[in-house]
């Protein structure tokens, strides 16, 4: 795989936030990449088989309104999975469905390793040797990644709690399992299960 040099957008994660945003700034025309360390939806389909979305599934026809669970205004996963609570799998189904409809720049098993801000009075970044030297453009980013560095304009950073979740968020956190650490599969349940990051 070879990562793009430049761009003018960089999104790191490819869950729900950062497909959705891939596709509001493929309608800006702005060259964008984005990059996820392990797949399309990858935190959905980490999900327990019995792990369901909570908040119905439909597009509210009659007032012409987007479906609650949906990344873009003219998508449903109701309507793609036929399905109003659709599981992790199924909704990591349907964002793969919405990158490849709007054929989405996404590079999978690459993981952003460091980020930086550009030199803006010289354009370039501190190099070892003139190769490393990034194009001269005033500002922006400069991503290292497990493949190759990454310069951009801007960065989302979308990779969302569920990868990285706080064990402090409130007293007696301690005493809960995230969902992140429910395993797939028949279970024990746990007396609480906490979603905040």
């Known amino acids: 795989m070879t990562l793009p040099k430049d761009v003018d957008v960089v999104v790191v994660g490819a869950g729900a936030a950062g497909i959705g945003t891939g596709v509001a700034l493929s309608h800006l025309e702005l060259e964008t990449v984005i990059l996820e360390r392990d797949e399309i939806g990858a935190s959905f389909r980490r999900w327990p088989d019995e792990m369901r979305f909570i908040t119905p599934s439909f597009p509210s026809n009659s007032f012409e309104l987007t479906d609650l669970n949906a990344v873009t205004p ?14 992790g799998d199924e909704y990591a189904d349907y964002l793969e469905a919405v990158a490849d409809f709007h054929e989405l720049s996404v590079e999978t098993g690459v993981e952003v390793t460091g980020l930086r801000n550009r030199d803006a009075e010289t354009g370039t970044t501190p190099a070892s040797t003139e190769s490393d030297a990034a194009p001269a453009v005033d500002g922006g980013f400069v991503l290292e990644t497990t493949d190759e560095r990454v310069h951009s304009e801007s960065v989302v950073w979308a990779t969302g709690q569920f990868g990285s979740p706080r064990q402090d968020v409130f007293p007696g956190a301690d005493a809960c399992s995230h969902t992140s650490e429910v395993s797939r599969g028949p279970t024990t349940r746990p007396r609480a299960v906490r979603t905040t990051s």
Do not use: C, G, M
């Open 74 to 87: 003219n998508t449903s996963p109701a309507v793609t999975l036929d399905r109003e609570h659709p599981s």
